[in-house]
């Protein structure tokens, strides 16, 4: 009897077979059988494929996250169908470990050139499958893990972490590409500087964690409102910051005017308390004899300025 080799009590994150895909393609049945009965010892999922063209077929149905693959086949040989398989993006992080009778040093070194992970030569043990198998799935599941953190990292390094907007590194560094491309192109590109009105006397009435919703709902509104290809972000405070690429100031105010009533239709619901939010926008547009992308905010922030000067709760472009 073979000893299942999972066991909660791994050094390793206990990982559970069932949960496991494992692909087997061999062009000789009872080798099918074989290593589907061992593998079923464990607890995985299997499928199986007698050739090349047939493997490719269940990768499209269902993707597998091990694949066992033999090197001798008619028609598409393993080496063959590994390099296949990695060419594809949607295949290349999935781990193949040939099944081979050949252990010459040059078919070894072929397999991985090729993409392998491993190899186990034939006749094999059932025990060093498992084995191989578990130790590669464990390593995908960590090299996967790893992704989907670095993948929240970088999102938090270019979010603002209260309103999940771009925070104002990041929206600057996308503003100097932008600029830079304005310039040389001579594209029209606009900028809103948008700041909450009223904003101390909503946190010293209501308190800071309300002063937070008003923010969210600020941020979330303008965003809806907004094309994919636009970037907005937090830059500070109760101040927001939207560029708009080939827009010019006619488009860039109908654009702000819409964000401006769509708040000031909305009313924030606190407990008791139902508070009105309104915000005042400045716009300025990309000039020619502009050397900087400062040279644009600091017309937006005057026309800003000019907003709140007028009562607040308007557009103002310079």
Known sequence: MIKPIYSPADPVKYLNPKNFLILVVDDVTSNLKVIGSILDR???????????????????????????LDVMMPEMNGMELCQKLKANPDYREIPIIFVTAKTDQESIIEAFEKGAVDYITKPFNAAELQARVKIHLELKHTRDELRKTMVKLEKLAITDPLTEVFNRRYLFHLAEQEFNRVSRYGSPLSALMIDADHFKQINDKYGHAVGDETLKAIAQTTQSLLRKVDFFGRIGGEEFLAFLPETNIERATLVANRIC????????????????????????????????????????????YEAKHRGRNQVVAY
């Open 42 to 68: 464990v607890g995985y999922c299997t499928t199986f494929a007698t050739n090349g063209n047939q493997a490719l077929e269940r990768m499209q149905k269902s993707q597998p996250d091990l694949i066992l």
């Open 261 to 304: 009533s769509s708040i000031s239709n909305f009313t924030l619901k606190i407990q008791q308390n139902q508070i009105q939010i309104t915000v005042s926008i400045g716009i300025a547009t990309y000039e020619p004899r502009d050397r900087k992308v400062d040279d644009i905010l600091k017309r937006a922030d005057d026309a800003l």
